[in-house]
């Protein structure tokens, strides 16, 4: 059974820090690229970050250049979102979502790409 778990989202201040973690199972998990989704309330769902696993391509959204960082474990199966100097509209529920990667090609953005998706963690950040 595809599975990928999200957890370590919670509320905290703006310019505070939170890591989420996305934990996978049950495919090859070399074979994808694990990106985070956020859908922030009455927004669309928005890819803010991605990595590719067996060759570490990275790519950020724009917004949160400079202040997020992804990164893998690959021995643990998981991937990691290090968030700083969050902002109140960072406030969304955070996805982690697995996509089949072409090592030629670039990671997908389009959430429709996507084959695999956790059950989300919510990130509130109070002004």
């Known amino acids: 059974e595809v599975q990928l778990q999200a957890s370590g989202g919670g509320l905290v201040q703006a310019g505070g820090s939170l890591r989420l973690s996305c934990t996978a199972s049950?495919?090859?998990?070399?074979?994808?690229?694990i990106s985070w989704f956020r859908r922030a309330p009455g927004k669309e769902r928005a890819v803010v970050a991605s990595?590719?696993?067996?060759?570490?391509?990275?790519w950020y959204a724009n917004s949160v250049k400079g202040r997020f960082t992804i990164s893998r474990d690959n021995a643990k199966r998981t991937v990691y979102l290090q968030m700083n100097s969050l902002k109140p509209e960072d406030t969304a529920r955070y996805y982690c979502a697995a996509d089949s990667v072409i090592l030629t090609a670039p990671i997908a953005t389009h959430p429709t790409s996507y084959d695999y998706w956790g059950q989300g963690t919510l990130v509130t950040v109070s002004s």
């Open positions: 049950g495919f090859t998990f070399d074979d994808y690229a």
């Open positions: 990595i590719s696993i067996k060759d570490g391509r990275i």
